[in-house]
């Protein structure tokens, strides 16, 4: 019962949100970006709330659980990408894009980075944008599904289109502001839940104690240089762990945010609080799986399930139910980013874009909110098989992102020779390369898909950018003017 209470509580504070953000909203800047207007902490939580989703509670404990130390490989590979992505691209992004014509979205942007008359850019990339939320937004409502099946025994089916009511409910009405804002209490409450549960279980085994189990059980899972059963962990294992971290450069709802921020000057400061916050939830995530080993007498059917067994075995109802309302707030926190970005890219990149250019900007936000209601559904349909992995699905949509994205932005902001066929060429060919890999395995093809991809990707860009002509004086000299607001 207090369970219940508690997540009512929290999906109605969520709701308030929403509706304050409502009545802030006036047009599709505000709708999508917040009207650039994002301060430092904000931008940060909501960057690494958005980031991680329900994989954080639920994935990657559920890794670590089954790999030991092995899951560092990919928990440092994120921490790194993180830093990375908010040192490489934050700043100018968040220049580039006010410059290139204010453009609101990741299409939009490359649209008019390069000058593309044809629509080609902005159709193209909206599409890949589509392709993968789907997935990944189904990942957070599995997640969800997974949440209110576990805890309150709810059907399964039944579960998954309760937690996408609540996404969908102040995502449609406040955008970007009530993501946003909603994100910075779900960040905080992800975090405290984080680091809460192993040293509660460290408070009752002890340190020595706790180590002493896991070595009991499986000693290999204490050596991060093999696997459960004693193999030797593979280059091209390691390198696909590593490899998650280079997603970050391709993320359309984490790359938002550096849109969103208020000026290029906070962003010293939000990278700061991001590469933190994200350290502290990811050592926490990661120990919880840990510590799992030791604490439970039997192994977990499902081992994604092993936070939400741990917080009820550990607290006290109402402590429980507070920190099983931070999956809740990692499922949609995330699920709502991906919607927004979903329907900002059917609302200026399709419905703008193509059919009608002079579209009021009440007519966008319409578009924008009746596109979240279709991309939901479909997520949800999605989400419906009871099999359905978070990890799994993440990985895919993570990997589609980041290699068809994540070359082409990169050097979109920093060569200033490359040109509209290049970005076109590395966002076709990232894109299927990851698709096409993903269905082939055995050997080299065990290589997570995102490295084969980016790989791919650049090359396809640089090939594509010197066969064909410079881009015209004017974009060269916008691409100087960023350069030197950059250093000024």
Do not use: C
């Amino acid at each position: 019962m207090m369970v219940t209470l508690t997540f009512i509580l929290y999906l109605a504070l969520m709701l308030v949100i929403g509706i304050v953000a409502y009545r802030r909203t006036q047009d599709l800047s505000d709708y999508v970006l917040g009207g650039r207007n994002l301060g430092p902490i904000p931008s940060a939580l909501s960057a690494g709330a958005s980031d991680m989703s329900g994989w954080l509670l639920l994935g990657l404990p559920g890794f670590a659980m089954s790999a030991g130390y092995g899951a560092i490989w990919l928990a440092g590979g994120l921490l790194v990408g993180t830093w990375l992505n908010w040192l490489i691209v934050a700043q100018r992004l968040r220049t580039y894009s006010h410059r290139a014509n204010d453009a609101l979205t990741l299409p939009a942007f490359f649209e008019n980075r390069f000058g593309d008359k044809s629509h080609a850019l902005r159709v193209v990339s909206a599409f890949f944008i589509l392709v993968f939320f789907l997935f990944y937004t189904s990942s957070g409502l599995v997640a969800g599904g997974k949440l209110f099946n576990t805890v309150f025994g709810i059907d399964y089916q039944v579960a998954v289109v309760i937690g996408s009511l609540a996404v969908i409910s102040y995502t449609l009405f406040g955008g970007f502001l009530a993501v946003s804002w909603t994100d910075v209490v779900q960040g905080l409450l992800m975090a405290g839940a984080l680091v809460l549960v192993p040293i509660v279980v460290l408070g009752d085994l002890g340190v020595s104690d706790t180590f002493n189990a896991i070595e009991a059980k499986n000693p290999e899972l204490l050596d991060m240089f093999t696997n459960a059963d004693g193999t030797s962990i593979t280059l091209i294992g390691t390198l696909s762990l590593l490899g998650w971290g280079l997603g970050y450069f391709g993320q359309p709802h984490i790359l938002a945010r550096f849109k969103g921020i208020k000026s290029k000057d906070h962003v010293p400061t939000a990278r700061r609080i991001a590469v933190a916050w994200s350290g502290l939830a990811m050592a926490g995530s990661v120990l919880i799986g840990l510590f799992a080993i030791a604490y439970l007498k039997t192994g977990l059917g499902d081992n994604e399930t092993v936070f939400m067994v741990m917080v009820d075995a550990l607290f006290h109802p109402v402590v429980a139910g507070i920190l099983l309302a931070a999956i809740l707030a990692a499922v949609m926190s995330t699920a709502d980013s991906q919607l927004l970005v979903s329907s900002s890219a059917l609302a200026e990149d399709f419905y703008k874009a193509l059919f009608h250019k002079d579209a009021t900007p009440e007519k966008l936000v319409l578009v924008g909110r009746v596109a979240v209601i279709v991309i939901a559904v479909i997520a949800t349909i999605l989400a419906l098989d009871e099999d359905s992995g978070v990890l799994s699905l993440v990985s895919y949509a993570w990997a589609g992102f980041g290699a068809a994205f994540g070359p082409a932005l990169v050097l979109s902001l920093y060569w200033k020779r490359m040109n509209r066929m290049g970005a076109l060429a590395g966002i076709v060919v990232g894109g299927v390369t990851v698709v096409i890999w993903k269905q082939l395995e055995g050997g080299i093809f065990d290589l997570y898909e995102i490295i084969p991809g980016m790989i791919a990707a650049t090359v396809a860009i640089v090939v594509a950018t010197l066969a064909t002509s410079e881009p015209d004086a004017a974009i060269q000299q916008q691409f100087d003017e960023v350069v030197e607001e950059i250093r000024s």
